[in-house]
């Protein structure tokens, strides 16, 4: 038996012992009818206690007295005040409905420029660029198609009314990310963040104690998008340590982190709004100013950060084309179409699905906040003109000044 085992299985004893006892202080038997969030920062000092008898085992939130809570219940204690009790009370959000991620649409992505789009399916047969009707001249093109054909075992794209393309010019994407958030029937009393492996190449495993000092690690792997609960935060050589199970930890860098706060920001006052975590790189819904949705997301990469700011959506279009550019040569003009639930807040800043991105959770944008399909899908279906969108980053390092900002982009 490991040493993870060792301890749940010592918990689980100890549970027996809390729920078979009152709790002083209380008129509660067992943890899970305990409400932490209010008992929390009135739990004892367990150390200023002088008793030399020891209380039996559980969770303390006033000084007993006539017992001294050290040992198991210190353990507890300390770990009810964090909102860690056992068995882990598990997260109380669960997936939407999958069928939110699909779309009536097929893409494709153009890799070259200058690609063709000719003016019959006879013409993209022949394959003579000069009879082109025009050229997607963009360097990050995606395109939607409505029909395609197989004509001498070669394939051609209608992406229009009779606008043809073929396969040696559109690399068809057989099938759009499928990752999705939470939902949340009650706001969670701890943090929780999603497991981003993609970052570390491959599974990451967590460690008995923070920082990479000792090689203490635990042999429980996690995936990319696996879900833990987040119970306490060490800066360890300048570097910030999850502790996301007893004795287990995980570096920042490898968790996209939620942090629930049901306080609204300064203005908004109907208890509705969206809250975009650069630093985190997560977004968080409120409703009645309880947490309802949460997921990742991809901002703006520098020099095109998402300003941070309190918005309203302005408009709601459920299939849009993007183009533009920010170079004055069109180096980098890009063009997008059909992109699914989008909802603009910020100028040309906006919610939207990305069914480009492969994975999520960094800066990727140019000033967009980027979701995948069944995510911004959900957002769109719960939002309304009006809804406010704050946007902000705890570690400062997004720029405020509102004149280094241009309108944004995808």
Known sequence: MNIRNLIF?????????????LIPGTDSLATDSIDLQENAPHLANLESNNSSVICTPGIYFTDPGDCNPTGPSMYLSKMAKIGMTFPITELPGSKPDPTLTSVDVRYGYVPERNAPVYGSLDDAVNAKRRDAIRKLDSGFTYI?????????????????????????????????????GLTFQQTPYTAF????????????????????????????IFNNHDVVQVYDVQQIDGMDWYLIGPDEWLP????????????????VTNGRWIEVNLYEQTIAIYDQSELVFATLIASGLEPFWTRPGLFQIYEKLDSTAMRGSFEADRSDAYYLEDVPWTMYFDQARALHGAYWRANLGYPQSHGCVNLSVGDSHWIYDWAEIGDWVYVWDPSGNTPTDPGIYGSGGF
Do not use: C, H
């Not at 860098?253 to 609204?264: D, E, G, H, L, Q």
């Open 252 to 267: 920042q860098k490898v968790v996209a982190r939620v942090i629930p706060n049901t306080s609204p920001p300064e203005g």
């Open 193 to 220: 963040g999603w497991i981003l492996s993609y970052l570390s190449n491959g599974p990451v495993e967590s460690k008995r104690t923070p920082g990479y000092g000792l090689e203490d690690f635990t042999g429980r």
């Open 9 to 21: 299985v010592f918990a689980s004893i100890l549970l027996t012992f809390v729920q078979l006892t």
């Open 144 to 180: 939607s198609y409505t029909d395609e054909a197989v004509i001498d075992g070669k394939r051609f794209y209608m992406i229009d009314a009779g606008a043809w393309m073929t396969a040696n010019d559109v690399s068809r994407i057989g099938a759009i990310p499928l990752f999705q």
